[in-house]
């Protein structure tokens, strides 16, 4: 096995299979943030003058004809080749000769993984928010469209107030806008950049970190090179309570619209495409979409879980234990891009019932109502109460007054406008456009300057 770090030594068979497990095929996905980090890295080295001008021109050339690859889907990672690192160098060594092995100047794997994880977690914060931010939207757009379809609200799972469309639906809205400051958090926290932090205890080469901090687009540098250390497996942790939060916000959506479509409640459908039918009973009509979303989630609100116990008890430095993390990071983030996607293709072709309240098994939702009609003719609360509780109980209770709710977030006054400018603001405190334009600049192809 083609490994950086093999001195000659044969390294026992099974051990081997054992340790590097399944990290050829995950590390796939970090490709193209390893050769980014390693042009930045490249020109780092040049502009210190540890690499002539002319070998920082041919490795940089070398890694963008491997970055093509990449974006064509023709990358490949080798049989016998350990990791993405090896990968890449074992590629510019074949192709470039001796100056391909100068491209781990000054760079240990360990500060070179951490720098590859923080740029794939940071592009995969940015893509999980931008959707997070477009389901929001599209809850706040389909609270005001059936914003005056009224349905009852629910406490104990016992049918409590009267509740609409647009305000179930847009309290997702508003939910999912403040998970986005989660979000927020890991954003910032994987946003510091590790790269010449080495092994964790910094290089006797005279490297600028600041330079390649800039050159990445990072808004900070972790300057301590043993706290860059230590940000492996905390950076996935605060990834991990991000993901949590959104996905119980999402779960408790599944959760409604499953019941919600049951026949018992008939408040919304979902179209005959979108659901699955039984071997046996032709009338049947299961949700399985949702409750696979359902699934998703919950098993998504178990990762800071997973995360803490593959993390706890490990003193200070790097431990082989933090390999395991991708084999729950990956799955978990493509499970939240999956169900964020299948909530946008099924919330828009939801269908809503608009007459949910005349079936009479809803007319004690209005007690409240008829309480509140009671105190502003002067009638103490506690009278009102007691006195529209005996209606109840001797079955005379009818309400025939308005709904008057006008203050802000009742069914009279949503305010989606409001919780449209709270999404934004947390929005706009994503630096996205900067690291973009760091990302396209080191995509181009252009001669390095010594």
Known sequence: MNKLWKKGDTLDQRIEAFTTGNDPQLDVALARWDVLGSIAHVRMLAHVGLLPPEEAQ????????????????????????????????????????AVGKKLHTG???????????????????????????????????????????????????????????????????????????????AWHVTNHNPLGSAAGYGSSFPLDRQFTTRLLGFEDLAWNAMHAQMGRGKSELVVSF?????????????????????????????????????????????????????AHTNRLQSLPAQISMLTTNLVS??????????????????????????????????????????????????????????VKQGIPFRDAYHEIGRQVAEGRFQFAGRLKHTHEGSIGNLCLDQIARKLQRVLDEFAFASVDRAIRALEQAEPTSG
């Open 58 to 97: 041919q490795l940089e050339s070398g890694l963008h004809q491997i970055r093509e690859e990449i974006a064509q889907g023709t990358f490949r990672m080798e049989e016998g080749v350990e990791d993405i690192h090896s990968q890449v160098e074992l590629l510019l060594t074949r192709r470039l000769g």
């Open 242 to 294: 991000a993901m949590s939060a959104t996905a119980a916000t999402l779960n408790k959506l599944a959760s409604d619209i499953i019941l919600f479509s049951n026949a018992n409640f008939g408040f919304v459908r979902l179209p005959d495409a979108f659901t699955t039918g039984s071997s046996i009973m032709p009338h049947k009509k299961n949700p399985d979409v949702l409750e696979l979303v359902r």
């Open 317 to 374: 430095g790097y431990h082989r234990d933090f390999q395991l993390l991708k084999e729950v990071l990956w799955p978990a983030f493509e499970a939240m891009h999956a169900v964020l996607d299948m909530y946008r293709h099924v919330l828009p072709q939801m269908e809503v019932r608009r007459d949910i309240l005349d079936a009479p098994h809803y007319d004690l939702l209005f007690t409240v109502e008829a309480v509140n009609e009671l």
């Open 107 to 185: 760079r240990s794997r360990n500060d070179q993984v951490l720098l590859d994880l923080r740029l794939f977690f940071r592009d995969q914060i940015a893509r999980v928010v931008r959707k997070v931010a477009a389901l929001s939207r599209l809850l706040l757009s389909l609270a005001d469209r059936y914003a005056e379809v009224w349905m009852p609200g629910y406490t104990h799972t016992q049918v409590a107030m009267v509740s609409s469309v647009g305000l179930w639906l847009s309290a997702f809205g508003e939910s999912l806008s403040e998970d986005l400051y989660q979000w927020l958090s």
